[in-house]
């Protein structure tokens, strides 16, 4: 594709429930990157994936998180049981190989209520 | 571990001035270092980086040079455009390939 597409743009929902967010990387790219960005703050690496290996799941805030990425192409991450706490701007990115120049997706902005 | 510190913002200039955000890391061994802007209303792009010591990263007349003796990645540019209203943001990458950022620093630039 042209570039890294996140959806869906928004997503508000209650807490408690569970929240599954997607990126489609661009086309090609073996290297996928997910971060947190909450409000006035910088952003949070979350993991990042080599192929469909994510080989550090300690950026991940809590067992709550999850991510997984299939046909070394779309990956989506995961909250379970979400909180007030998860609400924050979800970002993607992709490179073409693991510490390549990364290109950014729109993100999904996620409220929990 | 590895940390990103900038310039807290917002910074406010007037068209034509000259600009400094600075930022320090904190790393182990060898990182690469980014400055990233972010746009109104856009993703975030790659403005600028610099792999190793001394290196120097140049993109629409904004530099930032690795020096690694005051662990230090500071963007300049000399001449400042409304058009560069943005949020930048510092980042290191370390030997793991993970990558921190800083808080970024809104810039603001006035006619």
């Known amino acids: 594709g042209a570039g890294v597409s996140q959806s869906p743009s928004n997503k508000v929902t209650e807490k408690g429930k569970d929240v599954e967010l997607r990126c489609d990387p661009i086309?090609?790219?073996?290297?996928l990157y997910w971060y947190r960005q909450r409000l006035g703050q910088g952003l949070e690496f979350l993991i990042y994936?080599?192929?469909?290996?994510?080989?550090?799941k300690s950026g991940l805030p809590s067992d709550r998180f999850s991510a997984e990425r299939t046909g070394e192409s779309v990956s989506t991450l995961t909250i379970q049981r979400t909180q007030q706490e998860d609400s924050a701007v979800y970002l993607c990115a992709s490179s073409r190989i693991v510490g390549d120049t990364q290109y950014f997706g729109p993100g999904t902005r996620l409220t929990v209520l | 571990g590895n940390s990103v510190t900038q310039m807290e913002g917002p910074v406010t200039l007037s068209e034509e001035a000259f600009l400094t955000i600075n930022c320090t890391y904190t790393?182990?061994?060898?990182?690469?270092l980014f400055w990233y802007v972010q746009y109104p209303g856009e993703g975030l792009q790659l403005l600028l980086k610099?792999?190793?010591?001394?290196d120097k990263g140049s993109n629409k007349g904004f530099e930032a040079t690795y020096r690694k003796e005051t662990t230090s990645f500071h963007l300049e540019k000399g001449s400042v455009q409304v058009s560069d209203s943005a949020v930048y943001f510092c980042?290191?990458?370390?030997?793991?390939?993970?990558?921190?950022f800083g808080a970024g620093t809104r810039l603001t630039v006035k006619p």
């Open positions: 980042a290191l990458k370390g030997n793991n390939n993970d990558m921190r």
């Open positions: 994936f080599q192929g469909n290996s994510a080989p550090d």
């Open positions: 790393a182990t061994g060898y990182p690469s």
């Open positions: 086309s090609g790219h073996t290297a």
């Open positions: 610099a792999t190793k010591a001394d």
